[in-house]
């Protein structure tokens, strides 16, 4: 397959970095500026050279995790110029869940399947709105980050499912108390561009979307040994070149920790009650290119595109170098993307065998976590991963669990 010859196909620019991919050499930075640009056949030459390094990385397997997701709470310290999963204090859909709603949704997803329990909140929301410290008092918690931990606890005890948390930016203290009661984290990069917080842009007044503070939080995971997602949210302000300055900091952080277990390419969906209503969305090939030289500037990774923000087309994403679909609920909505419902598991095991592939459960913590990287495993998960996987780190197919 890899005798495969591209060279007459690219344009001169692009022969030599998509040979140089081809060959198993890692690109240099001017190499993934000049693809992020690609169009006409230099585009469909890229795709064809991601899809083939991904198929020497990863074969023909894309991967989903059955979960069940868990807004803790919708208020947050800040309003990203995109977010309507943010709401003001005075909005009567702003919520904090109480421990018995957490566990009826977790239970809910325990008896669908779910092994993944994915929490996601607003950032340190106790900061700015009086009721959510009183509401924390009652429960007995001071900060949304001890609150979270124990919901997290709860969770694992009383249901079994995995959690993983998205809180927002960290200090290593809070991460080390969540790594506790976590089998993995998350945290958006979304990108490296300081200029996307000035004032007008998408971060403008969002501490915790100031990229130096993002990157810390990262980093520290990989010191804790923590598996961790990450990412880039394309189509918000940012030029090609500050993507591709974003997956070349993914890829430092990684290099340094080997912790990131899968970077996310994920396109802005335009919410029509947000500061953005008006933007344009990044298009399928903005997001194919993309795709497509995180493969090549990462190509060990694994590289995720969720199904359900292109439900017409995902299974293109297939062909520029992705090979996990992400979090996918039969029981819970995107509360992130409200207007897009997740694709049912058997359409998504259609889909992705239509274009040549083998549709595979993975748990919250990658397969090769559990196979080949020690110490990412902490021990009080331990038994309930080995129950769930087979010799290859995936979940075990229905026929072997019987």
């Not at 080997?258 to 090939?285: C, F, Y």
């Not at 509360?335 to 897009?340: D, G, H, K, M, Q």
Request: hydrophobic share 40%; aromatic share 6%; net charge neutral.
């Amino acid at each position: 397959m890899m005798m495969l010859s591209i060279d007459d196909r690219p344009s001169g620019d692009f022969q030599q970095p998509l040979a140089s991919a081809l060959a198993g050499h890692d690109l240099l930075p001017q190499d993934g500026y000049r693809l992020i640009g690609a169009t006409g056949s230099d585009l469909s030459a890229l795709m064809l050279t991601a899809a083939l390094v991904r198929d020497r990385h990863k074969g023909r397997t894309a991967t989903y995790s059955r979960k069940v997701f868990i807004p803790l709470t919708n208020l947050c310290r800040q309003k990203c110029g995109y977010c309507t999963f943010s709401k003001a204090p005075d909005d009567p859909l702003a919520h904090t869940m109480t421990p018995d709603e957490v566990l009826t949704v977790a239970e809910a997803g325990r008896r669908q399947g779910c092994k993944e329990a994915m929490f996601s909140l607003g950032e340190r929301p106790e900061e700015v709105c009086p009721q959510v410290r009183e509401q924390l008092a009652h429960l007995g918690h001071r900060t949304m980050i001890s609150y979270l931990r124990a919901m997290c606890e709860l969770v694992l005890e009383q249901t079994g499912l995995l959690p993983h948390a998205n809180p927002g930016i960290l200090t290593r203290e809070e991460l080390a108390e969540l790594r506790e009661v976590n089998v993995s984290m998350g945290l958006m990069l979304e990108n490296v561009s300081a200029r996307l917080a000035a004032p007008g842009g998408p971060h403008w007044q969002c501490a915790g979307k100031l990229p130096a503070a993002r990157l810390d939080t990262i980093a520290y995971a990989g010191e804790m040994r923590v598996p961790f997602t990450t990412g880039l949210l394309i189509g918000i302000g940012e030029t090609p070149k500050e993507r591709v300055d974003s997956l070349l900091a993914i890829k430092e952080l990684h290099a340094r920790h080997g912790h990131i277990q899968e970077v996310i390419i994920q396109n802005l969906r335009v919410k029509e009650d947000t500061a953005m209503r008006g933007w344009q969305e990044p298009s399928m090939l903005d997001m194919a290119r993309t795709i497509a030289v995180a493969r090549l500037l990462l190509p060990a990774m694994n590289i995720q595109a969720p199904p359900n923000l292109t439900p017409e087309a995902y299974q293109f994403y297939l062909l520029a170098g992705i090979n996990d679909w992400g979090g996918v609920s039969p029981v819970t909505s995107d509360f992130i993307n409200p207007e897009a419902p997740w694709p049912s598991i058997a359409e998504l095991k259609a889909a992705t065998e239509k274009a040549g592939f083998e549709l595979r459960e993975r748990l919250a913590i990658y397969p090769e976590y559990l196979t080949r990287r020690n110490g990412f495993l902490r021990q009080p998960f331990r038994q309930r991963v080995l129950a769930w996987t087979d010799h290859d780190g995936y979940v075990r197919r229905e026929e072997e669990r019987c």
